[in-house]
């Protein structure tokens, strides 16, 4: 079964220091990757996804992230970040299932705190 | 403005009390899902959908029950069977995978559920 493991719980960074968040995924055929950003009590946004063609892919505030298939890898990256930046950060892999359907698999999230 | 409606924000239940946790979209998404978040653990998929009157049992299916009888509606219950339903609760969906290969899901902003 497919699976996403993000190897970092929480991750402390000074504003406008750069940050690497890691995610990694259970090799397959086609993979779909995703990350997503959760604010307090709120719903995730997406934040950038890989379906194919180019390994950096850039996505919305900044953050841009590298499909690394040798590596079965998947890190989120940003250059400088801000105190807004402070939230909780999911990868995830769209699956197929036995039934035939496709499902979306989550990784346990890393929280990014944004220090001044 | 298209989107995917959770209803109520908070919810407040007591131990032996089924309780329904609604969820509409206007996105025309065939597929929804139900995920659960506890601190720690991500987003566990509880069940999901890809059509109307038809669903599938996710990782935790056990103690929860939805329906589809319209595509823009997926309303959850927790019933009293599930032990510890205290959790934020995600639903999202997503355009009819089997035609468009490169879709994300879209979540909704979450329900909040305390056993009292």
């Known amino acids: 079964a497919q699976s996403v493991t993000q190897l970092d719980s929480q991750v402390p960074v000074f504003e406008e220091a750069p940050v690497e968040l890691r995610c990694n995924y259970s090799?397959?055929?086609?993979?779909?990757l995703f990350w997503y950003v959760q604010y307090p009590n709120q719903g995730l946004q997406l934040l950038l996804k890989?379906?194919?063609?180019?390994?950096l892919v850039k996505g919305i505030n900044g953050f841009e992230a590298e499909f690394n298939k040798s590596q079965t890898s998947f890190h989120l990256r940003k250059p400088s970040v801000h105190i807004s930046d402070t939230a909780e950060y999911f990868c995830?892999?769209?699956?197929?299932?036995?039934?035939?359907?496709?499902?979306?698999?989550f990784g346990t999230g890393t929280r990014l705190k944004v220090l001044a | 403005d298209g989107g995917i409606t959770q209803s109520p924000k908070y919810l407040f239940r007591k131990e032996g009390q089924n309780v329904t946790l609604s969820c509409e979209q206007n996105?025309?998404?065939?597929?929804m899902y139900w995920y659960r978040q506890d601190p720690g653990q991500g987003l566990r998929l509880i069940y999901y959908?890809?059509?109307?009157?038809?669903?599938q049992k996710g990782d935790i299916a056990e103690g929860y029950s939805v329906s589809r009888e319209k595509k823009e509606s997926f309303p959850l219950t927790v019933t009293s069977a599930q032990k510890n339903p205290t959790a934020f609760y995600l639903c999202?969906?997503?355009?009819?995978?089997?035609?468009?290969?490169?879709?994300?899901?879209?979540f909704g902003q979450g329900t909040r559920l305390t056993v009292v």
């Open positions: 995830a892999v769209r699956t197929l299932t036995t039934s035939g359907t496709y499902k979306y698999i």
């Open positions: 890989y379906l194919s063609g180019s390994t």
């Open positions: 999202a969906s997503s355009i009819d995978l089997k035609r468009l290969m490169n879709t994300e899901a879209f």
């Open positions: 090799s397959s055929v086609s993979v779909y």
């Open positions: 959908s890809q059509i109307v009157n038809d669903f």
């Open positions: 996105l025309n998404h065939d597929a």
